[in-house]
């Protein structure tokens, strides 16, 4: 295993359990101790996570992991997920994407969709995620709007007032958010409030809205809340959610496709 794939994986533990001890994440991935003190050590030095004695635990009370760390969890459902979103766009639609792990695949199923090769454009993308800009940019058929702000680090996209300038001069056919959660009661949330606030713009600047969130993120809340449920015309999950949980969405008014 590379160190990449270990820090992948410790860090998903960490998060998972909030606690973690040296022989327990030896045994887990099936390295030597030495190794795990060392990589928690480095970790450590890179604050994502606080050194305990014979272990760790997760930095600060309320944890995020950074996007970069995030890409391989539940990737074949969040593939499945981005492309039956990315069935819903009609060409020649103006789309809002928020950052995130499920909208970035969004993001690439859109971009290799046979019907979107050509047009002038043949998809207006607006988007706060430098990394979704930086990835379909090279699409000369694509009309790519960055929001301005502040680039956040865990998720790669522009928060502040900046932001709200640009998106108060816009209107969308269509937003798609990811969440970190999404509840009938609580609506769809972010870890912060600041991210949490442009997602909001998002919303009330489109005719209709889309949550991309695979069915662990359904029935969470998370600290910021980005609308209501009630503002959600349509939930795209995978196959392993519950149907009490779709017939509760379905009742809020919330149409569910599971993929």
């Given at each position: 295993m590379s160190r990449d794939a270990r820090w992948k994986a410790l860090l998903e533990l960490l998060v998972e359990r909030g606690r973690l001890e040296v022989e327990e994440a030896a045994a887990e991935l099936a390295v030597s101790a030495a190794t795990i003190r060392r990589d928690f050590d480095q970790l450590a030095e890179q604050q994502m996570l606080v050194r305990t004695r014979g272990g760790a635990v997760v930095h600060g009370v309320s944890y995020e992991l950074p996007l970069r760390y995030k890409t391989a969890r539940r990737a074949s459902e969040k593939q499945r997920i981005a492309k039956a979103v990315a069935e819903l766009v009609a060409p020649g639609e103006a789309v809002g994407l928020t950052g995130g792990t499920t909208t970035t695949e969004v993001a690439r199923a859109l971009a290799v969709r046979g019907d979107l090769a050509t047009g002038s454009p043949a998809l207006t993308v607006v988007t706060n995620a430098l990394n979704i800009a930086n990835e379909l940019a090279v699409r000369p058929q694509f009309k790519i709007v960055v929001t301005g702000g502040v680039a956040r680090a865990q998720s790669y996209e522009l928060i502040g007032p900046l932001a709200d300038g640009v998106l108060g001069q816009i209107t969308l056919d269509v937003a798609v958010l990811g969440v970190v959660g999404f509840?009938?009661?609580?609506?769809?949330?972010?870890h912060d409030e600041a991210e949490a606030a442009i997602n909001r713009l998002l919303c009330e600047r489109a005719e209709r809205v889309v949550v991309a969130a695979d069915s662990s993120k359904l029935?969470?809340?998370?600290?910021?809340?980005?609308?209501?449920?009630?503002?959600?015309?349509?939930l795209v999950t995978d196959t392993a959610v519950g149907?009490?949980?779709?017939?509760?969405?379905?009742?809020?008014?919330?149409?569910?496709l599971a993929v």
């Open positions: 509840d009938v009661a609580h609506g769809a949330a972010a029935g969470r809340r998370a600290f910021a809340r980005i609308c209501g449920a009630e503002l959600v015309d349509t149907q009490e949980t779709v017939r509760r969405f379905e009742e809020a008014g919330v149409r569910v």
